[in-house]
Nanobody, 123 residues
């Protein structure tokens, strides 16, 4: 089970950190990722991290603003979001690969999904 939390309302230019806690299944060593989906739009890749945290991937539009990290002891992945813009408003979903450590940007590569947490950025 993947449980996302930490979403909320923030003003443009502000920061927010969302978390994804893995439980009930062994995700140790698995790559994890964040995607987002805005109303009326397709799901979009945000960032991914390898099992163990040594390698990260980012969507071009998030580079320099968003940082993905992991706490393996807590089986939790974080997404730190800075300099938020109204267009960052979306439901942020976490995902995990099954038994694979390399991060990927395609949603088809992920086997487990959390329920998402809503991030709203006001102008």
């Amino acid at each position: 089970q993947l449980q996302a939390s930490g979403g909320g309302l923030v003003q443009a230019g502000g920061s927010l950190r969302v978390s994804c806690a893995a439980s009930g299944r062994t995700f140790s060593g698995a790559a994890m990722a964040w995607f987002r989906q805005a109303p009326g739009k397709e799901r979009e890749f945000v960032a991914a991290i390898s099992g163990g945290g040594g390698k990260t991937l980012y969507a071009d539009s998030m580079k320099g603003r968003f940082t993905i990290s992991t706490d393996n002891a807590k089986n939790t992945v974080y997404l730190q979001m800075n300099s938020l813009k109204p267009e960052d408003t979306a439901v942020y979903l976490c995902a995990a690969r099954k038994f694979r450590a390399d991060p990927r940007s395609s949603s088809n590569e992920y086997d487990y999904w959390g329920q998402g947490t809503l991030v709203t950025v006001s102008s």
